[in-house]
C-alpha cells in the first residue's frame, strides 16, 4: 500500500489514481495523520502531495517530526518536496520567475526516477516557491531555465527520499507516469497486483467475515456502482442478500426492464421489483422548484424502501451501499457504522439499526466499472453514463407530469441511440434531453404547430468537477434533430446547450 499525504493540492485524488491505475493500492490520508497511525497501516511507501500554501506562510500544513525519520521511501511533489526539503535541512524561497503549466526540464541525473525517460522533457508544473538549497544527502537530479533544482534524490536514505517539483501524475507531464512507476517498483519495491480479480476476492472475505449468516439487504438504484457493490456481496453470502429495487418511473427508457433483468434473468441475486411510479407523481404534481422536488423524492425512496425493507427487518442486520472512494475523500475520515440522515443511499431512518455493507468504499468510479465487467455485468450498465438520482424530473424543467416524461424518455433513447451509433457513447462523460415545459411555434406539414422543444447537453469531463461541452458533428446533430422531430410527437424544435462548467452546470437543475 502506498499512502498519499494530502495538503490540500488540487491534484492530491489524481495522485492515488495514478498510483491505482500501476495496479498498486493506494489511500489518501490528512497531512496530519499522526506518525503512529501512519506505521500502523505498514506502507510500502509514502507520497506528499501538493498545496496551495508556502512553507514559510504562518500556519502553513506541517507533518510530526518523526515523519521524515520514518524507513520508509517517500515522494515529495511540489509542496510535498519544499516540505521534505525545509524539514531535512534544505532551503525554500520564493522564486523571481514563477512556472505555471508546461515546462521544459533537462534531465542532469539519471538516477533513480528519471531512469529510462529522456534528457529533456515537458513536465506540468505550478508553483512560485521552489527549493534552492537540497539537504545533505540528496543530489539534484533535474532543473529548468529558471529553477536550479527542479527534482532531486537520496535513494540510500532511510529507504529513500525523492522530490519533483512538478506533477508527475498530470497528464500533459510527458514522463509522469514512468516517473512513478520507478518510485513504486524500484524505490518502494510494489508488486502490481491490484488488480479486479484481486479486489473482488478481498473483498469478498472482508463481507464474509463482517457479516457471517446475517441477512443482508440492498437498495438498487439501477447504476453501476450499487449493482456491482449488489454483485460482490451475492458473490459473499449467495441467498442471505435481498435486493429492493424502487423504480421511482423517472428513469430512462427500458432502464428499469434492464435492472429487473440483470437481477433476474441473468443472475440469481433475490431482487423485489416496487413499481412506485404512480405514488412519485402524485407527490411531483404541480412542483416547479428543482429543490422541492429533489427533496420529495428523497423522501418517498426512503418511504417506499422503508416499507419493503420493514418487511424483511426482524432477520436483516446489514444494508449494502455502494460507496465509493471519492464519497470518502470528500467527506474527510468517515467511518461510521450505522445508517444516519443522509446518508449515501437517501436518509434511511436510524430506527432501522442496520450496519453498513460498503465493499466499494476502497474504489474509483473507473475501478468500479472494471470490476463490474470482471462479474460479468452487462456492458450497458457497466458502462452508463452517471445519471441523477431524482433522474428525469430534474430534466424536465418546470412541472413533472406523465405526458412530459415520456416525450423526454423518446427524445433522450433517440439521443443515446445515435450517439451509440456513431460510437461516442463512452468519449463522452454524459450526454442526454432536457425537455424545458415551454411551447414554441413550428411548421410541420403546412400547418402551424405550438410544441416543445428539446435542447441536446453533451459533455466532456474527466471528474464532473469541470466539464466541456462536447464537439458533436454536425451531420450526426442533424440526424438526431431530425428523428426527434420525426418520431417523438409533441416536439417542434431542437436545441444544442453549448455552455461549460463553469460557468454552468452539467444538469440543468
Given at each position: 500500500?502506498?499512502?498519499?499525504?494530502?495538503?490540500?493540492?488540487?491534484?492530491?485524488?489524481?495522485?492515488?489514481?495514478?498510483?491505482?491505475?500501476?495496479?498498486?493500492?493506494?489511500?489518501?490520508?490528512?497531512?496530519?495523520?499522526?506518525?503512529?497511525?501512519?506505521?500502523?497501516?505498514?506502507?510500502?511507501?509514502?507520497?506528499?502531495?501538493?498545496?496551495?500554501?508556502?512553507?514559510?506562510?504562518?500556519?502553513?500544513?506541517?507533518?510530526?517530526?518523526?515523519?521524515?525519520?520514518?524507513?520508509?521511501?517517500?515522494?515529495?511533489?511540489?509542496?510535498?518536496?519544499?516540505?521534505?526539503?525545509?524539514?531535512?535541512?534544505?532551503?525554500?524561497?520564493?522564486?523571481?520567475?514563477?512556472?505555471?503549466?508546461?515546462?521544459?526540464?533537462?534531465?542532469?541525473?539519471?538516477?533513480?526516477?528519471?531512469?529510462?525517460?529522456?534528457?529533456?522533457?515537458?513536465?506540468?508544473?505550478?508553483?512560485?516557491?521552489?527549493?534552492?538549497?537540497?539537504?545533505?544527502?540528496?543530489?539534484?537530479?533535474?532543473?529548468?531555465?529558471?529553477?536550479?533544482?527542479?527534482?532531486?534524490?537520496?535513494?540510500?536514505?532511510?529507504?529513500?527520499?525523492?522530490?519533483?517539483?512538478?506533477?508527475?501524475?498530470?497528464?500533459?507531464?510527458?514522463?509522469?507516469?514512468?516517473?512513478?512507476?520507478?518510485?513504486?517498483?524500484?524505490?518502494?519495491?510494489?508488486?502490481?497486483?491490484?488488480?479486479?480479480?484481486?479486489?473482488?476476492?478481498?473483498?469478498?472475505?472482508?463481507?464474509?467475515?463482517?457479516?457471517?449468516?446475517?441477512?443482508?439487504?440492498?437498495?438498487?438504484?439501477?447504476?453501476?456502482?450499487?449493482?456491482?457493490?449488489?454483485?460482490?456481496?451475492?458473490?459473499?453470502?449467495?441467498?442471505?442478500?435481498?435486493?429492493?429495487?424502487?423504480?421511482?418511473?423517472?428513469?430512462?427508457?427500458?432502464?428499469?426492464?434492464?435492472?429487473?433483468?440483470?437481477?433476474?434473468?441473468?443472475?440469481?441475486?433475490?431482487?423485489?421489483?416496487?413499481?412506485?411510479?404512480?405514488?412519485?407523481?402524485?407527490?411531483?404534481?404541480?412542483?416547479?422548484?428543482?429543490?422541492?422536488?429533489?427533496?420529495?423524492?428523497?423522501?418517498?425512496?426512503?418511504?417506499?424502501?422503508?416499507?419493503?425493507?420493514?418487511?424483511?427487518?426482524?432477520d436483516a442486520k446489514f444494508l449494502?451501499?455502494?460507496?465509493?472512494?471519492?464519497?470518502?475523500?470528500?467527506?474527510?475520515?468517515?467511518?461510521?457504522?450505522?445508517?444516519?440522515?443522509?446518508?449515501?443511499?437517501?436518509?434511511?431512518?436510524?430506527?432501522?439499526?442496520?450496519?453498513?455493507?460498503?465493499?466499494?468504499?476502497?474504489?474509483?468510479?473507473?475501478?468500479?466499472?472494471?470490476?463490474?465487467?470482471?462479474?460479468?455485468?452487462?456492458?450497458?450498465?457497466?458502462?452508463?453514463?452517471?445519471?441523477?438520482?431524482?433522474?428525469?424530473?430534474?430534466?424536465?424543467?418546470?412541472?413533472?407530469?406523465?405526458?412530459?416524461?415520456?416525450?423526454?424518455?423518446?427524445?433522450?433513447?433517440?439521443?443515446?441511440?445515435?450517439?451509440?451509433?456513431?460510437?461516442?457513447?463512452?468519449?463522452?462523460w454524459q450526454s442526454f434531453a432536457?425537455?424545458?415545459?415551454?411551447?414554441?411555434?413550428?411548421?410541420?406539414?403546412?400547418?402551424?404547430?405550438?410544441?416543445?422543444?428539446?435542447?441536446?447537453?453533451?459533455?466532456?469531463?474527466?471528474?464532473?468537477?469541470?466539464?466541456?461541452?462536447?464537439?458533436?458533428?454536425?451531420?450526426?446533430?442533424?440526424?438526431?434533430?431530425?428523428?426527434?422531430?420525426?418520431?417523438?410527437?409533441?416536439?417542434?424544435?431542437?436545441?444544442?446547450?453549448?455552455?461549460?462548467?463553469?460557468?454552468?452546470?452539467?444538469?440543468?437543475?
Amino acid at each position: 500500500m502506498i499512502l498519499v499525504l494530502d495538503f490540500g493540492g488540487q491534484y492530491s485524488q489524481l495522485i492515488a489514481r495514478r498510483v491505482r491505475e500501476a495496479r498498486v493500492f493506494s489511500e489518501m490520508i490528512p497531512y496530519d495523520t499522526p506518525v503512529e497511525e501512519i506505521l500502523a497501516r505498514e506502507p510500502e511507501g509514502i507520497i506528499l502531495s501538493g498545496g496551495p500554501n508556502s512553507v514559510y506562510e504562518a500556519g502553513a500544513p506541517r507533518v510530526e517530526e518523526t515523519l521524515f525519520d520514518l524507513d520508509v521511501p517517500m515522494l515529495g511533489i511540489c509542496y510535498g518536496m519544499q516540505l521534505m526539503a525545509l524539514s531535512m535541512g534544505g532551503h525554500v524561497e520564493a522564486v523571481q520567475i514563477r512556472e505555471y503549466g508546461r515546462s521544459r526540464i533537462e534531465v542532469t541525473e539519471q538516477k533513480l526516477l528519471f531512469a529510462g525517460t529522456p534528457d529533456e522533457q515537458v513536465a506540468w508544473t505550478s508553483h512560485g516557491d521552489a527549493v534552492l538549497a537540497a539537504p545533505d544527502g540528496f543530489q539534484v537530479t533535474a532543473r529548468t531555465p529558471s529553477v536550479p533544482i527542479i527534482a532531486f534524490e537520496a535513494p540510500e536514505l532511510r529507504g529513500g527520499r525523492f522530490g519533483v517539483q512538478f506533477h508527475p501524475e498530470v497528464r500533459h507531464t510527458e514522463y509522469g507516469m514512468d516517473i512513478l512507476k520507478n518510485f513504486l517498483f524500484e524505490a518502494c519495491e510494489c508488486k502490481p497486483d491490484w488488480t479486479p480479480v484481486n479486489i473482488i476476492t478481498d473483498a469478498v472475505e472482508k463481507i464474509q467475515a463482517q457479516v457471517g449468516d446475517a441477512k443482508v439487504i440492498c437498495g438498487l438504484s439501477g447504476g453501476v456502482d450499487s449493482a456491482t457493490a449488489a454483485m460482490i456481496v451475492h458473490r459473499a453470502i449467495g441467498g442471505n442478500l435481498t435486493c429492493v429495487f424502487v423504480d421511482h418511473g423517472l428513469l430512462r427508457q427500458n432502464e428499469a426492464e434492464q435492472v429487473v433483468e440483470t437481477f433476474g434473468k441473468e443472475s440469481d441475486v433475490p431482487l423485489i421489483h416496487v413499481d412506485a411510479s404512480g405514488r412519485f407523481l402524485d407527490k411531483l404534481a404541480n412542483v416547479t422548484d428543482p429543490e422541492a422536488k429533489r427533496k420529495i423524492i428523497g423522501e418517498e425512496f426512503i418511504r417506499t424502501f422503508e416499507v419493503e425493507a420493514g418487511k424483511l427487518a426482524e432477520d436483516a442486520k446489514f444494508l449494502v451501499q455502494g460507496t465509493l472512494y471519492s464519497d470518502v475523500i470528500e467527506s474527510g475520515t468517515r467511518d461510521a457504522a450505522k445508517i444516519k440522515s443522509h446518508h449515501n443511499v437517501g436518509g434511511l431512518p436510524e430506527v432501522m439499526d442496520l450496519d453498513l455493507v460498503e465493499p466499494l468504499r476502497n474504489l474509483f468510479k473507473d475501478e468500479v466499472r472494471v470490476v463490474a465487467a470482471e462479474l460479468g455485468m452487462p456492458e450497458r450498465m457497466v458502462w452508463r453514463q452517471p445519471f441523477p438520482g431524482p433522474g428525469l424530473a430534474i430534466r424536465v424543467i418546470g412541472d413533472v407530469t406523465a405526458e412530459r416524461l415520456e416525450i423526454l424518455r423518446r427524445a433522450d433513447f433517440v439521443l443515446q441511440d445515435e450517439i451509440r451509433s456513431a460510437g461516442l457513447y463512452r468519449e463522452l462523460w454524459q450526454s442526454f434531453a432536457v425537455l424545458p415545459a415551454i411551447h414554441s411555434v413550428g411548421v410541420m406539414g403546412d400547418a402551424r404547430t405550438y410544441a416543445y422543444p428539446v435542447v441536446i447537453r453533451a459533455v466532456t469531463s474527466d471528474d464532473a468537477m469541470t466539464a466541456d461541452w462536447a464537439r458533436l458533428p454536425y451531420d450526426l446533430l442533424e440526424r438526431i434533430s431530425n428523428r426527434i422531430i420525426n418520431e417523438v410527437p409533441g416536439v417542434n424544435r431542437v436545441a444544442l446547450d453549448i455552455t461549460s462548467k463553469p460557468p454552468g452546470t452539467i444538469e440543468w437543475e
